[in-house]
């Protein structure tokens, strides 16, 4: 069954490193989501991807924020100067068929820790 | 915007019990409704969805009614097991938005503890 993956699985960074998320999404599917997750608190959406720009993006997802989807594979989040707060699981999600049905596919998540 | 509720947890029950975890939700539009779960040290698997009013979702012994009159989507399961203990999500997709981008709007997240 096709899945969703993303490394690396944990990445740990100083505290205003540039880190790079990446995802490969179920490979024909159209649509392609960030979300992350601090740790005991909700999941929360960041910004969604269609057809090689931003369709949605939530109030979290600032300029420190960008997403890119570099070749017909990947799909990255790349926070440009963390912060001590961006500390979270993050999660890639990607869905096939345009419509709010559809089911979301979520991959397994990176561990975010900023030191 | 759009909203959604859960019950507080953490649930504890034993084995064989019966569940309900309470979800209601706030809407501008029409939305789909999903549970969503994540075993621990897991990413999100998606448990059942409704699409609109009055379906019923099921799998794995789980179910959920969309209910409009009430903005609920309640997860039941008439017999728990220890493998059921995981931390469960109520999410919603407003398709009012149009355009099939839209983000998912989560709960919180119930912990549920099934305990032999």
């Known amino acids: 069954e096709p899945e969703v993956t993303q490394t690396p699985s944990h990445q740990v960074t100083q505290m205003g490193q540039e880190v790079i998320l990446r995802c490969v999404p179920i490979?024909?599917?159209?649509?392609f989501y960030w979300y992350r997750q601090i740790l005991g608190q909700k999941v929360e959406f960041l910004v969604s991807f269609y057809n090689n720009e931003i369709s949605e993006k939530s109030e979290i997802f600032d300029d420190q924020f960008s997403v890119e989807r570099p070749d017909g594979s990947n799909f990255t989040l790349k926070i440009r100067s963390t912060k001590l707060e961006d500390s979270a699981m993050y999660f890639c999600?990607?869905?096939?068929?345009?419509?709010?049905?559809?089911?979301?596919?979520f991959g397994p998540g990176t561990r975010l820790t900023v030191l | 915007g759009d909203s959604v509720t859960q019950m507080e947890g953490p649930v504890t029950l034993s084995e064989e019990a019966c569940l309900t975890i309470?979800?209601?939700?706030?809407?501008?539009?029409?939305?789909?409704l999903f549970w969503y779960v994540q075993y621990p040290g897991e990413g999100l698997q998606l448990l059942l969805k409704a699409t609109k009013a009055d379906d019923k979702g099921s799998n794995k012994g789980f179910e959920a009614t969309y209910r409009k009159e009430t903005t609920s989507f309640h997860l039941e399961k008439g017999s728990v097991q220890v493998s059921d203990s995981a931390v469960y999500f109520c999410a919603l997709s407003d398709g009012y938005s149009g355009g099939g981008a839209d983000g998912l709007t989560f709960g919180k997240g119930t912990h549920l503890i099934i305990q032999p």
């Open positions: 309470n979800c209601t939700y706030t809407a501008t539009g029409y939305p789909s």
């Open positions: 490979s024909n599917h159209l649509y």
């Open positions: 999600a990607s869905r096939g068929t345009s419509g709010s049905t559809d089911t979301q596919y």
